[in-house]
């Protein structure tokens, strides 16, 4: 009997002993943890350095295209915006001052050493700056901004109106995320063959896809229209920026740059919400290490202590 007892005691004592799990060292806990924290805050910042490497590109890509067009003789630029102005005339019924027959079609318009890019846009409140390319497919729309086949040139004039449309609420990249911020008075700047021309937002408004009505030419009027997909992940409607022609007052888009760099945008949030975690963790981190040290500081002193009493 007391040899069955032993056994089973050994027994239990045996599966306490295994079905305890071997505690990490604190500080693998803190590592694990920290790796944790970074993977989260790589995921979360990711949008944003996409962001800062799409901007880099367009910034590049449209350095090249204008030095392009600055070496273009002015009779050349005139040559392209004259068949992009009677285009024009024509979407706006009216008699163009070159030949139906010598008018170039969409493809071919406002393709300067045959690069794909007709504009720019940029709009300095909300820091956009993006390429304009021709229509509205998924690969321009993914490189930058489509211009609507069917509207305006991007050249400006009476009797115009120009839609561009561009993506937002990608995972990452901005697009035209931040347009929903636009307000009256807001600047939207095309750049087009060496000329900046410049229009102030007025309103805007939200309409199912197939209502377009706003978007036809007003006899007279110079008009761009800014079209993106919203709400955010349903995207089942779409929403109209509408602006109009304004002077072009540099040091008022200058103004308005000003504004854009103090405006804090849901992927700034995020990169300091990530700034701010690494910072606790480093923290902690500091902490753990003084305290670590002033422990084992009291533990050497009481063992030097014990050590002379005992002498």
């Known amino acids: 009997m007391a040899e069955h007892l032993a056994a089973d005691g050994k027994a239990k004592g045996h599966k306490g002993r295994g079905g305890r799990r071997k ?3 604190r500080w693998a806990d803190r ?5 944790i924290i970074l993977i989260g805050a790589g ?8 962001d800062r490497l799409q901007e880099s590109g367009v910034f590049n890509q449209i350095t090249t295209v204008s030095g392009n067009i600055d070496a273009m003789s002015k009779e ?12 024009n005339a024509v979407l706006a019924g009216q008699t163009p001052k070159i030949p139906a027959d010598q008018i170039l079609p969409y493809a071919q318009q406002l393709t300067f050493d045959r690069d794909p890019m007709m504009s720019w846009i940029e709009i300095p409140s909300i820091n956009v700056s993006m390429p304009i390319y021709h229509g509205t497919s ?3 729309l993914m490189a930058g901004v489509g211009h609507l086949e069917g509207t305006s040139l991007p050249v400006g004039g009476k009797s115009t109106h120009c839609v561009l449309t561009a993506h937002s609420g990608m995972r990452n990249l901005s697009m035209f995320d931040d347009i929903r911020e636009l307000e009256p008075g807001d600047l939207v700047l095309l750049r087009t063959m060496g000329r900046t021309l410049a229009y102030k937002m007025v309103d805007s408004e939200v309409v199912w ?9 007003e006899q007279g009027a110079d008009k761009v229209t800014l079209v993106t997909c919203t709400p955010y992940g349903v995207n089942d409607h779409r929403l109209l920026v509408h602006c109009v022609r304004t002077k072009y ?12 760099h103090r405006h804090w945008g849901r992927r700034e949030i995020a990169a300091a919400l990530v700034a701010g975690t690494l910072a606790v963790v480093g923290l902690d ?6 305290r670590k040290r002033r422990k084992a500081a009291r533990k050497a002193a009481g063992q030097a202590g014990a050590g002379a009493g005992g002498a």
């Open 76 to 87: 050349e630029r005139a040559r392209y915006m004259s068949q992009a102005r009677a285009y």
């Open 138 to 140: 998924e690969s321009a």
């Open 249 to 260: 007052v540099p040091k008022q888009a200058e103004a308005q740059r000003g504004i854009a």
């Open 285 to 290: 981190v500091v902490v753990h290490r003084v």
């Open 23 to 25: 505690r990490l060292p």
């Open 31 to 35: 590592l694990i943890t920290v790796v």
């Open 209 to 217: 896809p197939d209502e377009v009505g706003s978007l036809g030419i």
């Open 43 to 50: 995921l979360l910042v990711w949008p944003w350095v996409a």
